[in-house]
């Protein structure tokens, strides 16, 4: 996830342009840049916090102009890899938000043509594209609109060119807003830098390109001239930031399909090394919701791809020997939890081959791994993981793909879509039950065990009611004291080999009188009989039942949390990464 | 010559009015109070204009448009967050292009006194006289020109007061440009005329007529005085057994049943119901799709669109926002038995007679009484018989 923002009116572009990219820093921050058109284009772009270095920028001349706020994806944070990038000549310049999917193809056959690459983004192939074309014919929007086909993945794209008066954008699955003002128009990622100098937006849909002068804006659908409505935004700056959720753990439940279908689709085959393609045993070493996703790995894994897997928390690992070989992976969203770093640091000595999964590029894990995997998250705000668990299953279910001879990637590939299908589910009713709660149960079998401690732990961090999570085997050898009307259990009963045997446990809680919500699938006639709550899922492969009963958990603890008042995105005692030991 | 007209601030002095509104577009004698400006100033010559919005700016674009429904040229400045007047003249640089006028758009003026203004050599301030100059700026004037100006003193120095219009030269930009923020963390464009007055460059100009609206119960005399202008017309329907006194104005698809008694100046909007047996009496104004029904008696006030009084009530001398429904009975007062001056929020309102400020879309049950004096927030909901008195925030619910 990136930011972009442009600007062309009566102002100068520049000192608008920074203001607008630090509040966009929410969509990454770990470098910036800014390109201004008068006779020439001028660039100024830098690794590091706007706050700190944006000065610089802020001073370029022009009253037209896009930035860029970035989270890398390809290329490590650097000033050569910022947007914005130019042509061969220095006279276009891009701004990206996205993932251009065929770049390495594109690339090779731009270098053969004998263009020269300044950074390893995927960026630079569009404007060396762009630049083709406009050689050819040198109108700005005709030369986007003639790279538009080319590209494959998802973008939203403003560019420049030395002596044209506009700005020219274009978007597929990424999110670009024009802001109406008086005489001067914005273009952004969203409303957030444009709310302060116009409340008139209008959203555009994939596959329109806008042509913004200090006129008009003209705007394109696949070529053809459209008109889209001016929407009023009622939004204070807090709220666009949210995107007009209420809570960004919520507005992070929504970014889950995206975040998982980016993540599947950006680990190309190269992306695994023969030390994790021919791995004799697995070692997974992490903390929290990582350790959760550790264990459907290793129930995956070991299940699917019949390699034998370990799986320690982050903290404990230093008291053991460490593994005398195959691969050690470690798991953090923030690349910094102190416990992880530290046992990777244990592997590495011990002469394991290590392997980082992130979502932060440049993290301190990075460099305590032989390899790393990146999440394709984007900044998480809230403290509860949501989107970057969903994306760490994404990594760890792809290497489990990868691993068995990629049976699974149509699955993987069309996963994102029974996500979507969940969100808007009501669960209101489950809600109630949970609220009035003072203990709640989880329990699973196989996979959905893990799902089930992940669940338990959304539900205590943002709810504070006492949550945890059993395999459903194991309740009856102690935890089956507690069980009592007032102690409901959220139950995953998917089909498969622990089915029925989740049946007779269902069974024998309920003969102890605990209330049950079971999460099953759609059409099953025995579950819904048996049971206090049924909340039916789409009936889809293992991979996929996994997500759906994962973000029904989530949004159970949210609206739980809700309902009783918590302050859902800062719950008390937790901090988002835990960067001591 | 442009003529800039500042309207970008809520005006929170009028609230709960301001809540879905800007202070400037506040109806007086049934149009907003900006268009009255805008209109003097346009009949002393000016057909260009720049509006600087902001606070709920939508609703003035609305309205105005490209000002062609007016005959003038609008162009737009928009100050999303109000950081000053300094920075809203900031704002409109490079839209003027020559010596400009200024103005706050909440006042009322004279067409001809602003011809006479722009004749003037800029810079050059609008001042005028006041009784309570503790409330404006107050300027000493030697030789027709400002040699002091200080804020919202408590010891005025003199009863001549700022009254919120300048001509001005491009000069400005530079001097707006270097204004730091002031004590309450705000750019203000006095600040920025301070070198001309130590300079004594600052022209001054005595306005012979200035009205400022500052405060809800200000609106009554401004409603009132503006009305006096007005001769009445008659587009809509009166029975038979109507009884007009004084210019009444009712526009059109309105009805007026019989029995209704109406002493003006009074203006009703379009499409309203009144009567039967209404008794209305001066300087009243409705708005749009109002109704006001059997044995309602209305004196001294405005009521905006889409309210309905419909049976059994009185309402004096208050500003009632839009879509509020008054319950069969439920009545307002509007004088102390001490005949002492009605206090609002503590704030006095130097008005012996004063009734309620009401908000917008307030729902009151049957036989309400409302104190004088009482404030009450948009949304508000009460059950039958409450008594309302003091400030009522928005989205109360009083059983």
């Not at chain 1, 050819?136 to 560019?159: F, M, N, T, W």
Request: overall charge negative; hydrophobic content about 40%.
């Amino acid at each position: 996830m990136c930011g972009i923002i442009g600007y062309i009116g009566r102002r100068d572009a520049a000192p608008l342009i920074i203001e607008g990219l630090k509040k966009l820093e929410y969509r990454g921050y770990d470098s910036f840049g800014v390109a201004t058109a008068g006779a020439g284009i001028d660039i100024a772009k830098h690794q590091g916090r706007i706050s700190e270095k944006g000065g610089s920028a802020a001073q370029l001349k022009g009253k037209a102009g896009i930035g860029h706020t970035r989270w890398a994806t390809h290329g490590v944070p650097s000033d050569r890899n910022a947007h914005p990038h130019t042509d061969c000549s220095g006279t276009i310049a891009l701004v990206h938000n996205g993932i251009v999917e065929n770049y390495a193809s594109l690339k090779r056959e731009l270098e053969s043509r004998g263009h020269t690459f300044r950074s390893e983004t995927d960026t630079e192939v569009i404007v060396h594209l762009v630049e083709e074309e406009y050689a050819k014919k040198p109108d700005l929007l005709a030369a986007v609109q003639a790279v538009i086909p080319r590209l494959e993945g998802s973008y939203a794209i403003l560019v420049l060119a030395a002596g044209e008066d506009r700005i020219v954008a274009a978007r597929n699955a990424s999110p670009l807003v024009i802001g109406i003002g008086d005489g001067e128009f914005f273009a952004a990622s969203d409303m957030t830098p444009v709310i302060e100098f116009t409340e008139r937006a209008v959203y555009l849909e994939d596959g329109d390109t806008v042509s913004l002068s200090r006129k008009n804006v003209e705007i394109y659908s696949h070529g053809k001239p459209v008109s889209r409505p001016v929407e009023l935004i009622d939004w204070s700056l807090e709220d666009v930031r949210k995107g007009g959720f209420a809570h960004y753990m919520l507005k992070e439940i929504y970014e889950q399909p995206l975040a998982f279908y980016n993540t599947i689709r950006s680990m190309d085959p190269a992306a695994l090394p023969e030390e994790v393609l021919r791995a004799s045993s697995v070692t997974v070493v992490a903390c929290g919701s990582s350790y959760h996703a550790g264990l459907i790995f290793k129930y995956l894994l070991e299940e699917i791809a019949g390699i034998p897997a370990r799986l320690e928390f982050a903290s404990e690992f230093k008291y053991f020997p460490p593994p005398v070989s195959g691969l050690v992976v470690g798991i953090s969203q923030s690349g910094e939890t102190a416990d992880t770093l530290a046992a990777m640091k244990y592997a590495r000595s011990a002469g394991c081959h290590t392997l980082a999964i992130t979502n932060v590029l440049g993290s301190s894990i990075t460099r305590a791994a032989d390899t790393t995997l990146f999440m394709r998250a984007g900044p998480e705000i809230s403290v509860a993981a949501t989107k970057s668990f969903v994306a760490q299953l994404a990594i760890l279910m792809q290497i489990v793909n990868r691993i068995s001879d990629r049976k699974c990637d149509e699955i993987l590939l069309q996963a994102h879509k029974a996500v979507e299908e969940i969100l808007l589910m009501d669960l209101g009713e489950a809600v109630r039950v949970c609220e009035k709660a003072q203990n709640i149960f989880y329990v699973g079998r196989g996979p959905f065990y893990p799902v089930s401690l992940e669940g338990a732990l959304k539900m205590k961090e943002i709810s504070y009611i006492h949550a945890e999570g059993y395999t459903a085997g194991e309740l009856k050898h102690g935890p089956f004291a507690l069980l009592s009307p007032e102690t409901p259990v959220i139950a995953l009963c998917m089909p498969g080999n622990t089915y029925g045997v989740m049946i007779s446990n269902i069974k024998e809680m309920k003969a102890r009188g605990a209330p049950v919500i079971a999460i099953g699938v759609t059409g099953d006639r025995e579950l819904p009989d048996i049971v206090d709550l049924f909340i039916a899922v789409p009936n889809t492969p293992l991979f996929t039942q996994i997500l759906t009963c994962l973000v029904i958990e989530q949004l159970l603890a949210y609206h739980t949390a809700v309902a009783l008042g918590r302050d859902v995105d800062k719950p008390r005692n937790l901090a988002k990464s835990v960067t001591v030991e | 010559m442009e003529c800039v007209v500042l309207a970008a601030g809520e005006g929170k002095r009028m609230r709960p009015l301001t809540a879905k509104r800007p202070k400037v577009m506040l109806p007086l004698a049934n149009r907003p109070m900006m268009e009255h400006l805008v209109l003097a100033t346009r009949d002393a010559g000016i057909s260009d204009f720049i509006f600087v919005v902001g606070y709920g700016e939508r609703e003035i674009r609305a309205h105005f448009g490209d000002g062609s429904r007016f005959g003038i040229r609008i162009t737009y400045a928009a100050q999303r967050h109000q950081q000053g007047t300094a920075d809203a003249v900031r704002s409109v640089r490079d839209l003027v292009t020559g010596p400009f006028l200024l103005m706050n758009g909440d006042m009322i003026l004279n067409h001809a006194d602003i011809a006479d203004f722009i004749q003037r050599p800029a810079p050059c301030m609008g001042i005028s006289t006041t009784d309570h100059p503790g409330d404006y700026g107050v300027v000493l004037v030697s030789d027709d020109r400002v040699i002091s100006l200080e804020e919202k003193s408590p010891h005025p120095k003199s009863n001549l007061i700022n009254a919120g219009l300048y001509l001005l030269s491009l000069d400005i930009f530079d001097l707006v440009d270097r204004v730091k923020p002031s004590a309450r963390g705000e750019l203000e464009l006095t600040d920025a005329l301070a070198g001309l007055i130590a300079e004594r460059k600052l022209g001054t100009y005595r306005l012979p007529y200035w009205m400022d609206v500052g405060y809800p119960w200000d609106m009554l005399d401004a409603n009132a005085i503006l009305m006096e202008k007005n001769p009445g017309s008659i587009a809509g329907t009166v029975e038979d057994g109507v009884t007009l006194k004084g210019p009444v104005q009712v526009g059109e698809g309105s009805i007026l049943r019989s029995g209704t008694y109406i002493e003006g100046p009074c203006i009703i909007g379009n499409n309203c119901r009144i009567g039967p047996h209404a008794y209305i009496r001066g300087s009243t104004s409705i708005g749009d799709d109002c109704h006001i029904g059997y044995c309602t008696e209305i004196k001294n006030s405005i009521i905006m669109t889409g309210t309905k009084v419909p049976h059994f009530n009185y309402i004096g001398d208050s500003v009632i926002g839009t879509h509020c429904n008054f319950g069969a009975g439920t009545k307002g007062a509007n004088l102390r038995h001490d005949h002492a001056n009605v206090r609002v929020c503590g704030k006095d309102t130097r008005r012996k007679k004063f009734g309620a400020i009401i908000g917008d879309n307030v729902q009151f049950g049957i036989n309400c009484s409302i104190n004088v004096g009482a404030v009450i927030g948009s949304n508000a909901q009460f059950a039958p018989n409450s008594f309302i008195e003091g400030c009522i925030g928005d989205n109360a619910s009083i059983r």
